[in-house]
């Protein structure tokens, strides 16, 4: 079983900047994917960052690209997601997901085999 262990969330004013970290139990490799993703109260969860462990490529929707940058750290199995520019409408509970395999659509949920607990980011405006 593997574990992702979140933290790094808070509450920031709009404009300000958060750092989320996401430790996992089981060292990735190769073709292996680290994604963020995250929910608001009375919505779908939505994709906000993927990273392959490989080569470090990575993946963002249009909502935070530009602002979120999303990293990793091999030696310490490690993902981050670095927020800038935070907006009221980034509020939400966050979750980083890990997929050891292949993966087709980075955005999509269902891909990713193991979740973390999520860290809450509130957004003052």
């Known amino acids: 079983q593997v574990q992702l262990v979140e933290s790094g969330g808070g509450l920031v004013q709009a404009g300000g900047s958060l750092r989320l970290s996401c430790a996992a139990s089981?060292?990735?490799?190769?073709?292996?994917?680290m994604g963020w993703f995250r929910q608001a109260p009375g919505t779908e969860r939505e994709f906000v960052a993927a990273?392959?462990?490989?080569?470090?490529?990575?993946y963002y929707p249009d909502s935070v690209k530009g602002r979120f940058t999303i990293s990793r750290d091999n030696a310490k199995n490690t993902v981050y997601l670095q927020m800038n520019s935070l907006k009221p409408e980034d509020t939400a509970v966050y979750y980083c997901?890990?997929?050891?395999?292949?993966?087709?659509?980075?955005?999509?949920?269902?891909?990713?085999?193991?979740w973390g607990q999520g860290t809450q980011v509130t957004v003052s405006s």
């Open positions: 089981r060292r990735s490799f190769r073709n292996d994917w």
């Open positions: 990273i392959r462990w490989s080569d470090g490529s990575t």
């Open positions: 997901a890990a997929k050891y395999g292949g993966i087709a659509r980075v955005s999509r949920d269902y891909e990713y085999d193991y």
